[in-house]
Nanobody
Framework: VQLQASGGGLVQAGGSLRLSCARS????????MAWFRQAPGKEREFVAG???????KYADSVKGRFTISRDNAKNTVYLQMNSLKPEDTNVYYC????????????????????WGQGTQVTVSS
């Protein structure tokens, strides 16, 4: 399985971007998918996750601004980011987990089987 993240770029504060994560190889729609972000010198941070059935989970810092979705027919997961802030500037990574992830667990501490290469998001003030 390979994950290809795209859609990053430079945007002004208050603007929007949509990230995509396309899965190739052994494509299984039952994977749990997640987005993380990481700034230089900082730990990787969970942003949003979606279960195989469409259940969603968000970090408090992005609730109400970001929306995760998936299109199993296209083997793609999206992250719609609205009302972007300068502190959202990071490299964003998508990740896939073969086993089920419950929404009641801390998705930031789960093991993920596959990672994408990252896409840079820069929000100017």
């Amino acid at each position: 399985v390979q994950l290809q993240a795209s859609g990053g770029g430079l945007v002004q504060a208050g603007g929007s971007l949509r990230l995509s994560c396309a899965r190739s190889g052994r494509t299984v729609s039952t994977y749990s998918m997640a987005w993380f972000r990481q700034a230089p010198g900082k730990e990787r941070e969970f942003v949003a996750g979606i279960t195989w059935s469409g259940g969603m989970k968000y970090a408090d810092s992005v609730k109400g601004r970001f929306t995760i979705s998936r299109d199993n027919a296209k083997n793609t997961v999206y992250l719609q980011m609205n009302s972007l802030k300068p502190e959202d500037t990071n490299v964003y990574y998508c990740a896939a987990r073969r086993t089920r992830a419950l929404l009641t667990t801390d998705w930031g501490t789960l093991e993920y089987d596959y990672w994408g290469q990252g896409t840079q998001v820069t929000v100017s003030s």
